[in-house]
């Protein structure tokens, strides 16, 4: 027979004993401004930008637009000189 009133909402006596649940542990590690927890943010943060940009740019190495239009100026120059020798 507690004089506190059973609530759902009221959750102050688990976080005061300690429990508090993932939620509140959550909120603690987000708000705390802890250096250490400052740091793992960005750590968190940098490994989940940082993967999926590693794995794109592991591929062929990327062409300037010079090279582009090089390449596509000889592309064309050969099709060009190939279609001529074939008219006549």
């Known amino acids: 027979m507690s004089s506190?009133?059973?609530?759902?909402?009221n959750r102050a006596g688990a976080a005061a004993v300690g429990g508090g649940g993932f939620g509140?542990?959550?909120n603690h590690y987000l708000y705390?401004?802890?250096?250490?927890?400052v740091a793992a943010g960005i750590a968190i943060i940098g490994i989940l930008f940082g993967v999926p940009w590693y794995l794109m740019d592991r591929g062929s190495k990327h062409?300037?637009?010079q090279d582009y239009m090089e390449k596509a100026d000889k592309a064309r120059s050969e099709r060009l000189s190939a279609g001529s020798s074939t008219a006549r």
Request: aromatic fraction near 0%; avoid cysteine.
């Open 24 to 26: 509140a542990r959550l």
């Open 32 to 37: 705390s401004g802890e250096k250490k927890h």
């Open 63 to 65: 062409q300037s637009h």
């Open 4 to 9: 506190d009133p059973k609530r759902p909402g």
